[in-house]
């Protein structure tokens, strides 16, 4: 006997697959074939084909942004995974009463918008922002330090905004860790930097990678921190893609480099995947 539709099913499913549609794939099927078009002289797009776009972005130039780029991405993810391991630790082995409070604590900063954060830090931080003003109150210094518009600022700015999505993962890998199994550890003579490199690191390994690509893709593709506390002095592949749309109204081109962004991103998704299904299969022999 024909088994009859499952109608409520597909109603159910219905509003998820037009959304995604609608706001997701319709939009990147125009970003592609914007992408293979060509600017004309006027800053409007000349509908024909062409991979001018995408030969121009092996420029010198832009390869350098994008490796740049890489680089504080990476770096942001290196200092977020040394703040925020210790952070969830803690979080993960307090009491109950007090591990919901500061749960909240790394939430909160979610409840104010990320521009106005970032605000804030170039308030601390520029020539007569709010450290400056102490540390030469107190004469610890003789001058105001440059702490804005380089490098560092952005890093600060991309390590203080991309730290909950690292701790949140963290978190819920340590709190599912057996404790049996560090008693055991130290019951068979393992000293506390044994039992953390032996068995608490491997098992917590999951919500490392987790948090590493929460934290490495974003990082990659943010560009309202390094415009606002790097200023013309950190041009990175977000900045460059922004720029392209909205500055030098060359719609094409930063369609081709959004394409390349995203394929990245696509990639280091299939390298975590690949590396999650390794340690699966591994982990059940």
């Keep these: 006997m024909r088994r009859p539709p499952d109608f409520a099913r597909w109603w159910t499913l219905s509003p998820v697959t037009v959304w995604m549609i609608v706001l997701f794939l319709l939009p990147l099927i125009l970003v592609l074939a914007v992408s293979f078009m060509s600017r004309n002289i006027f800053g409007g797009i000349e509908y024909t084909f062409s991979l001018d776009n995408y030969i121009r972005y092996f420029d010198p130039l832009y390869l350098k942004i994008l490796w740049v780029s890489c680089q504080l991405a990476f770096l942001t993810t290196v200092f977020c995974l040394l703040i925020g391991y210790p952070f969830a630790y803690i979080i993960a082995r307090s009491p109950a009463k007090y591990r919901n409070v500061l749960l909240l604590f790394v939430i909160v900063p979610f409840w104010t918008n990320s521009l106005i954060r970032t605000y804030a830090w170039i308030i601390l931080l520029r020539t007569e922002g ?50 049996a199994l560090l008693e055991a550890a130290s019951d068979l003579g393992a000293r506390p930097r044994q039992t953390f490199w032996k068995v608490t690191l491997p098992l917590t390994a999951p919500g490392i990678m987790a948090g590493t690509l929460l934290v490495f893709i974003p990082a990659l593709g943010l560009f ?40 990245l991103t696509l990639l280091f998704i299939a390298v975590y995947v690949k590396i999650s299904k390794d340690k699966a299969g591994k982990d059940l022999m």
């Design 224 to 263: 309202f921190i390094p415009d606002l506390m790097g200023g013309s002095k950190a041009i990175l592949i977000g900045n460059l893609i922004k720029n392209q749309f909205l500055t030098a109204r060359d719609w094409p081109f930063g369609s081709a480099i959004s394409i390349i962004l995203m394929a």
């Design 130 to 179: 709010v450290i400056n003003t102490i540390l030469l109150h107190i004469g610890i210094i003789d001058k105001p330090l440059t702490m804005l518009y380089n490098d560092t600022a952005v890093l600060i700015g991309l390590v203080y905004t991309m730290l909950p999505f690292m701790i949140l993962p963290l978190y819920a890998s340590i709190e599912k860790l057996d404790k």
